[in-house]
């Protein structure tokens, strides 16, 4: 049962009550609360940005499953599936290439088990472009009765709840600029050797691996991949062959 009260701040510093409500009653569940799922595995494909769930469900009852999944493995998951129905396995699919994390749990008409996770299939080739799962939506971690678990993806409402990610990926830029930098620097040191360096060759493809592994990381890690950090092991391949091809070109001359 719940009461409303409004304290207006009086002219002379006191403070007046008035009763806004009272006696508003809130709907209670009964429902009992469902075990947590086992044996819960994700596996890469069988299509592209696609993974496959698979869990056993807990002792009865329980009514349907809920899925979530993140970029990260940190707690809270960013998206969210209220009701991918009474079933032991689901396919996740329209996602973006990166590393993803999944958790389950068990709901019982309007009351929701306990979330089991994360697990990730490592990383996985996805659709340029990906942002959101199909079907799934920021924030949803559970509804609170029976009805609302269509209307949540139906209308975006209800029980969704969160924050908006803004879809940025600049990181590419910051790494690829230091790439090339390092490069230039280091190709400068080198024609002023007067030795040739057996293994000089390695340091292009190593900064050019660095520089894509810390692009994805940062990109999944806090932010939401955008078109072009698909192509970033293109581009970090382009940066590392212009320094490169112009050391070659002044060294045969």
Not at 29 to 51: L, R
Not at 69 to 83: A, E, Q
Request: aromatic share 16%.
């Amino acid at each position: 049962t719940l009461g409303f009260w409004e304290e207006p701040i009086a002219p002379g510093g006191g403070a007046g009550g008035t009763v806004l409500g009272v006696g508003v009653s809130a709907s209670a569940c009964n429902d009992a609360k469902p075990g947590i799922p086992t044996g819960f595995t994700a596996v890469a494909g069988p299509g592209v940005g696609e993974v496959i769930l698979s869990w056993t469900p807990p002792s009865p009852p329980y009514t349907y499953f809920l899925i979530a999944y993140s970029d990260s493995s940190s707690w809270p998951p960013k998206w969210g599936n209220p009701d991918v129905g009474n079933v032991s396995t689901y396919t996740v699919s329209g996602l973006g290439s990166g590393t993803y994390w999944f958790w389950v749990r068990a709901g019982n008409g309007c009351m929701p088990g306990d979330f089991v996770g994360p697990v990730s299939p490592g990383w996985i080739a996805g659709i340029p472009g990906a942002v959101v799962a199909p079907g799934f939506a920021p924030g949803v971690l559970g509804v609170k009765t029976p009805g609302e678990l269509g209307e949540a993806l139906a209308t975006e409402e209800g029980e969704i709840a969160g924050v908006e990610v803004e879809n940025i990926c600049w990181w590419w830029l910051i790494l690829s600029l230091a790439e090339f930098a390092i490069l230039s620097l280091y190709y400068w040191w080198l024609s002023r050797q007067e030795k040739q360096r057996r293994y000089w060759w390695l340091v292009a493809p190593i900064l050019a691996i660095l520089a894509y592994i810390g692009d994805q990381f940062v990109a999944h890690q806090y932010f939401v991949p955008s078109r072009f950090c698909f192509w970033m092991w293109l581009w970090v391949l382009i940066t590392a062959s212009v320094p490169t091809g112009i050391y070659l070109y002044f060294k045969r001359k």
